[in-house]
């Protein structure tokens, strides 16, 4: 396992259209993480999951949004009727809690979505 | 909610001059984290502190966890152009458990 992955790299579409964008995580890691970066921003927390349960969303995540991590493996989000200003790269990081600890997370190389 | 506020937003310097680069909130955090970031890629983990009063060294790079945990600092000693980047701190609280991230500093250092 060399870290996360992310899949697409990039995704362009058009404005109205669904896209859903694929996480898989380190292996041994419970928590998975997605995130959003716009341009010149640091990244924005939209939603986390330990193992299969989502636990915390962010109100970023509207209702056109949506993530699932079934197995608790991989991760994917959706958004549904895409509109320009969800143009953005979205990132996915896991880490592994256990105890009460949280280890450091780690982020994939994200997914860079254009939304014309 | 928790912000982190990151000074310098942009720093342009010249091959081997130092420099220190800020993160400071009015929250305590239980841990903080820089990463940095190249353009189109993701974060990559540079260095995690928890103790209040902490300094990590990381060769030229040196991070320092304030004693109240609310802020850090990153400083660099002789910049090379292979430091520019997008450096970001992000701060880990008790209460919540993701990542608040700061909104960075780009720092450009020209041969």
């Known amino acids: 396992d060399t870290g996360v992955s992310q899949d697409p790299r990039h995704k362009i579409t058009k404005r109205g259209q669904n896209v859903t964008f694929r996480c898989d995580p380190i292996?041994?890691?419970?928590?998975l993480y997605w995130y959003r970066q716009t341009l010149g921003q640091g990244p924005e927390f939209l939603t986390y999951?330990?193992?299969?349960?989502?636990?915390?969303k962010s109100r970023l995540l509207s209702d056109r949004f949506s993530a699932e991590r079934p197995k608790g493996s991989f991760s994917t989000l959706e958004i549904q009727r895409t509109e320009q200003g969800d143009s953005a790269m979205y990132l996915c990081a896991s880490s592994l809690a256990f105890g009460g600890v949280n280890t450091e997370a780690f982020f994939g190389q994200g997914t860079r979505l254009t939304v014309v | 909610t928790q912000l982190l506020e990151q000074s310098p937003q942009f720093l342009s310097i010249q091959e081997g001059e130092n420099l220190t680069v800020y993160c400071n909130s009015s929250?305590?955090?239980?841990?903080l984290q820089w990463y940095r970031q190249e353009p189109g890629e993701g974060p990559v983990l540079l260095v995690t502190v928890v103790t209040g009063g902490e300094v990590k060294k990381l060769k030229r790079l040196t991070f320092q966890f304030g004693d109240a945990r609310k802020d850090s600092s990153l400083h660099i000693t002789a910049a090379q152009p292979g430091d520019t980047g997008l450096y970001l701190c992000a701060g880990l609280d008790t209460g919540r458990r993701a990542l608040t991230f700061g909104s960075g500093t780009r720092l450009q250092v020209q041969p």
């Open positions: 929250s305590v955090f239980s841990s």
């Open positions: 999951f330990q193992n299969e349960a989502q636990l915390e």
């Open positions: 292996s041994e890691h419970n928590r």
